[in-house]
């Protein structure tokens, strides 16, 4: 049963859904404990994604939509005021 979910998801989809809430959260001036706890599971997820799709992550890379990687990937490495989102990334 889990394959065949497995098999149904569009992890492009999922993968994008994923970005644009983490860059929301990204965004905000200040995060509160909520945003975090996305940002933590939307990474985690996203992680997964990639780990099962390996071609999502070079699709990420070169993404002229909205998210931009190397702005997102600077604004949670460097910019994010929690300590723990940073260690996600």
């Excluded at 959260?25 to 985690?44: C, N, P, Q, S, W």
Aim: proline share 1%; glycine share 6%; net charge negative.
């Amino acid at each position: 049963m889990g394959a065949r979910l497995l098999e149904s998801l569009d992890f492009a989809a999922l993968q994008n859904k994923c970005l644009g809430l983490i860059n929301q959260a990204l965004a905000k001036k200040a995060m509160i404990f909520e945003d975090k706890l996305i940002v933590e599971y939307a990474l985690g997820l996203w992680v997964g994604c990639i780990l099962h799709h390996q071609d999502l992550f070079e699709k990420f890379t070169h993404l002229d939509g909205e998210v931009k990687a190397d702005q997102f990937l600077l604004a949670g490495l460097l910019f994010c005021p929690h300590e723990s989102v940073r260690e996600e990334f």
